[in-house]
């Protein structure tokens, strides 16, 4: 699909004044609608926003998109959980022509991680508005008390720096994590790229029970069984680590930087005077965390007001929305906008010399980039479940890699 590249040029020969928007619930979207009287001035065009939940965003996608309908133009999507199914069933319009067409806007400014990840057949069909990079949160008291003067670089260092910790105070555990088998994927999607692994080959093949993925596997499980809370459970999803972490009862958690606040505001943590944050510790492979966009713009491509709608997300991707968007508080996939103090204001200065490490060898992604997203983190995700609990963790991922190149094959039918 080629279409003419409509930057900041005339609009469509009797394209409708309304641009239909379909936004997620999300602070990114409050601080848009607050802006849209400024856009709507500048163009001339009047801006229609339907905002929703993520499941009834979801659902309403299902429903509008597969049945061809017109009455959305610009569409939040995101982009590692639909963006696959989306663009293979060709719900999204190729963006290629307008993403070149202003110089200004400039497209080369948009992290290389994000940019992959919505990118379908070499082809852009979306544009990142919400990043996300793994970085490793940590107490500075308890590293002080441990008489360790700088957090861990390498994962051999977290390793040991956590089985100090533990072995100091047997109440505070060294390191805390997901453990869930579906949520604890997108965690540990660090691990195994920092051993050198992933979950697919080069050649589309399942790659889970390389030997990076079962060194992977293993060290992660370890870490947990060996230096994670007592008695830890298998089923933790972000909230129910992070309020390990902010309760004072770990020294070290990695986690998405989005949910740093959850940390260092007094009134959720307990501990919000203590916490440092750094670069995720290299592995064999060097440091390799997830930069991934959690949501992005694109245009139905059923939609008959194209050139208005990209007149919004240039306006609303554009350097002065994306700065306004991160001295908020949104991390935006822009590099400019980290390279700017004004950008950088709001966020700790430890935070952002993390997010920086990992902007630049990030990976596009942090879960399998398949069109069935659910059924594969299960399939993915139980050898991390079988190391935390002891198993065998080299056996679990070759039972893993069975059931997950049958996945592959069955999805590619």
Known sequence: MSLSACGGGGDDAGASKTVRVTLANHVWTENIKKSLPEFEKQTGLKVEVTQLGEDQLSDQYNVKLNAGSSDIDVMMYRPLQEGKLFAKNKYLTDLSDQVKANKDWDFSDFQAGPVEATTYDGKPVGVPIITE?????????????????????????LKAAAAKVKAAQADVAGFVARTGKSPAVTQF?????????????????????????????????????????????????????????????????????????????????????????????????????????????????????????????????????????????????????????????????????????????????????VVKVPEAREIVGQPIVDAITGKDAAAAADTANAAFQKFLDDEAK
């Open 189 to 369: 999607s660090s691990f195994l790229y920092s051993f050198g692994g992933d979950f697919v080959d080069g050649s589309g093949k399942a790659a889970v029970n390389s030997d990076a993925a079962k060194q992977a596997y293993a060290y992660y499980g370890a870490l947990i069984k060996d230096s994670g809370p007592a008695n830890v459970s298998t089923d933790m999803g972000w909230p129910e680590a992070m309020a390990i972490f902010t309760q004072g009862k770990a020294a070290f958690y990695t986690e998405a930087n989005s949910l740093y606040k959850n940390a260092t505001d007094p009134a959720k943590s307990k501990i919000s005077d203590k916490v440092g944050f750094a670069p995720f510790p290299a592995g064999p492979a060097g440091s390799k965390p997830y930069n991934i966009p959690s949501w992005a713009l694109g245009i139905n491509s059923s939609s008959e007001n194209q050139g208005n709608a990209w007149k919004f997300i240039e306006w609303a991707t554009g350097k002065a929305q994306t700065l306004s968007q991160q001295t908020s508080g949104v991390p935006g996939a822009r590099s400019s906008v980290w390279a700017n103090p004004q950008g950088t204001s709001t966020f700790p200065k430890d935070l952002v010399e993390a997010i920086k490490a990992s902007t630049k060898a990030g990976v596009g992604h942090d879960r399998p980039l």
């Open 133 to 157: 990079q793994e970085v490793l949160y940590y107490r500075k008291d308890l590293l002080a008390k441990a008489g360790l003067s700088a957090p861990p670089k390498t994962l051999d260092e």
